[in-house]
């Protein structure tokens, strides 16, 4: 009895050691099969493969690995463990797409291409078998062919729309018609990509083109691809590319906006969510209460920003709004109220160059304690070289250190308009 124990003891034990063998191969070959990083090494995979000659996938990662394995980096053996592999799995997609990898590195691009419409036919929808075809297409000059496989790979994963185009835009030599007939329609994402790619390739004017006619066309409640497009639009300095889009908006279409005005100089409209060209509060700043009067009276209308004071704070702005002005001669009109003001440095209006922040025109409110509505007047000329102005409500400069500009009362900012002198000759 205890002899039969003993073979069936030993029986278990080699069976589990076998289970955990198998396990461990398996879990090697998976390192490198997710391509996990660091993934199993060459000698462990080579050493798996040869107990188990029959598992294509300790294959496969073997061949795999002579790719990513920078010590043992041999196309031909890669090249080898993978048609043995596909000799185990004839019908493994992922298999098919690593050989032809192998192929085009090692430079047997019609090999590689037929290798890849193998895994193409295979698993015809997949990202990453369209992937691959139309990358592999494109760099050797297919480029109509290649054209269908990369709208539906990126039609499977949108999310890596820039590698594609890029490599599209590169290989055409910039050919905007051809990398269009790689966008698959109805996405916004892919589209937007596409904007990017050539506001990056300084065609401003195409990208605000492609806007209107597409872009600017598709659902979008929350104006997410639009806003990012021109803020990509203002990072490229691209001022009035930026302004116009932003005034074409279908929420901007009923204003009938012109470029040399200030947005809502009134404070007749709710803050933005995501200001662009509109008013950009600043409402947390300890000391200053920032609030919307609509009974102030305002000499031209609308209504008021009133700031609360009662702060022995710093400099810090109140509002601020961006404007797209083109070089010329400005007239910049607002109005300010006061009530128990007393201040050593009272607030003040800026206009900032964006382009130059050298550039600076300064407005002095002529501030009393308690002064009723006064009509403040500043002209100012707008250099080339600014490339936009923002107009700033603010705190002075000066005031940097906390205790020495102290300042209590309420003031009231509204009507503020612009009008233009003179254009730049």
């Known amino acids: 009895m205890k002899p039969r124990r003993l073979i069936l003891g030993l029986s278990l034990t080699l069976i589990g050691g076998f289970g955990f063998w198998l396990s461990w191969q398996n879990e090697a070959a998976d390192d490198v099969w997710q391509q996990r990083r660091p993934p199993a090494s060459y000698e462990d995979l080579l050493q798996a493969a040869t107990r188990a000659p029959l598992n294509p996938r300790l294959w496969g990662a073997l061949g795999l690995s002579c790719l990513l394995d920078p010590q043992h980096l041999d196309y031909q053996e ?98 905007q018609s051809y990398v269009e007939s790689l966008l698959p329609p109805g996405l916004p994402g892919v589209e937007y990509q596409y904007l990017r790619l050539l506001v990056q390739q300084q065609r401003v004017a195409a990208a605000v083109q492609r806007w209107q006619a597409v872009l600017g066309q598709q ?11 021109i803020q990509d639009l203002l990072a490229a300095r691209a001022y009035e590319a930026a302004w116009q889009v932003w005034a074409a908006l279908p929420e901007r279409q009923p204003a009938g906006l012109v470029r040399t005005a200030i947005y809502d100089g009134g404070f007749r409209e709710p803050a933005a969510r995501v200001p662009i060209f509109e008013w950009r509060f600043q409402q947390n ?20 920003l009133q700031i609360a004071y009662d702060s022995p704070g710093p400099a810090f702005y109140h509002a601020r709004q961006l404007l797209a002005l083109p070089p010329g001669a400005y007239r910049l009109t607002y109005f300010v109220r006061s009530r128990d003001l007393v201040a050593a440095a ?70 503020f308009a612009l009008e233009v002198i003179s254009k730049a000759r």
Not at 398 to 406: A, K, M, Q, R, S
């Open 78 to 175: 890669s090249e080898r463990h993978l048609r043995y592999a596909l000799t185990l799995a004839p019908n493994d997609v992922r298999l098919w797409g690593w050989l032809g990898d192998t192929l085009a590195i090692s430079g047997q691009v019609a090999e590689a291409e037929h290798t890849l419409r193998q895994a193409q036919s295979l698993a015809p929808n997949h990202f990453i078998t369209q992937w691959r075809l139309a990358n592999a297409l494109i760099r050797v000059g297919k480029l109509e062919e290649a054209a269908p496989y990369a709208r539906g790979a990126l039609r499977s994963n949108p999310t890596q729309a820039i590698l594609m185009l890029d490599l599209g835009w590169r290989i055409s030599n910039g050919n």
């Open 219 to 229: 659902p979008d409640p929350e104006r997410k691809y639009s806003t990012a497009f």
């Open 285 to 304: 700043e300890a000391g200053a209460r920032l609030a919307l009067d609509r009974a102030a009276d305002v000499p031209v209308g609308g209504n008021a």
């Open 346 to 415: 009272p607030p003040v209006v800026e206009l900032q160059g964006v382009g130059n922040p050298k550039w600076r025109v300064r407005s002095l409110p002529p501030w009393r304690e308690n002064q009723p509505w006064q009509r403040v007047v500043c002209e100012f000329a707008v250099p080339p070289e600014v490339g936009a102005v923002e107009l700033v409500i603010l705190r002075p400069s000066e005031c940097l250190t906390p205790g020495t500009c102290p300042i209590s009362g309420t003031v009231w900012f509204g009507g």
